[in-house]
């Protein structure tokens, strides 16, 4: 299965520790999202990366939240010091060089703060 | 900022009949709109798309309509299903840039 693998699927953490979710795109994709969504709410748009670089952090959190995609490797999405806002459903997606519009998307690290 | 919006949480529909969600955008730059299709625990899954050149655009049961002028699309689905029963969400981008999301449609399909 060529799909967008994210892990772990569920991830339980105390308020003040750190959360990581991996995501590895589709085989010869480039570009990878981070989503998240909230309960009862939409998906909301949180970074863009392409290998090695941000393109968009604009809907990134301006503490605590931080996101890579290194040259080997899945990319991170990493929360720093949880607080119970921060439980929801993080996706990853990923799409070609040469994007349609279209993105994939993972099944979804749920996170939830205690 | 709601640059894209359903306004309609919810939608029930006879099975067989047709099914409209509806969604609004105002973002004139949004150049390219799809559908996504999601179920409980799983990520979304793509449905349909349309760029911003074409009025309509047609997949099977599936069709998208676009009216740039008024800022609206719609998807119907018909005949609907029972394994249509899901959350719809419509997405806009300009260019090939991150996808702005509705807040969502649930759709049930009653048998």
């Known amino acids: 299965n060529a799909g967008v693998m994210q892990n772990p699927r569920h991830l339980v953490r105390r308020r003040g520790q750190e959360a990581r979710l991996r995501c590895s795109p589709m085989?010869?994709?480039?570009?990878v999202y981070w989503y998240r969504q909230l309960p009862e709410e939409g998906l909301k748009f949180m970074v863009y990366?392409?290998?090695?670089?941000?393109?968009?952090e604009s809907g990134m959190p301006k503490e605590r939240f931080s996101a890579e995609f290194p040259k080997e490797g899945p990319s991170i999405l990493r929360i720093q010091q949880v607080v119970r806002g921060d439980s929801a459903a993080y996706f990853c997606a990923s799409s070609p060089l040469l994007n349609t519009g279209e993105l994939f998307f993972g099944e979804g690290s749920r996170l939830t703060v205690l | 900022d709601q640059q894209v919006k359903q306004n309609s949480p919810s939608l029930s529909v006879q099975e067989g009949r047709i099914s409209i969600l509806n969604c609004d955008y105002t973002?004139?730059?949004?150049?390219?709109f799809l559908w996504y299709k999601k179920y409980p625990a799983e990520g979304p899954t793509f449905l349909i798309s349309?760029?911003?050149?074409?009025d309509k655009n047609e997949d099977g049961r599936f069709t998208v309509f676009l009216n740039k002028s008024a800022k609206h699309l719609s998807l119907h689905i018909v005949p609907s299903q029972p394994g249509d029963s899901a959350v719809y969400f419509c997405a806009a981008a300009r260019g090939a840039q991150k996808l702005v999301f509705g807040q969502g449609t649930r759709l049930t399909i009653n048998p």
């Open positions: 990366l392409q290998k090695e670089n941000i393109i968009d």
């Open positions: 349309i760029s911003s050149i074409k």
């Open positions: 973002n004139s730059m949004f150049d390219y």
């Open positions: 085989k010869g994709h480039s570009h």
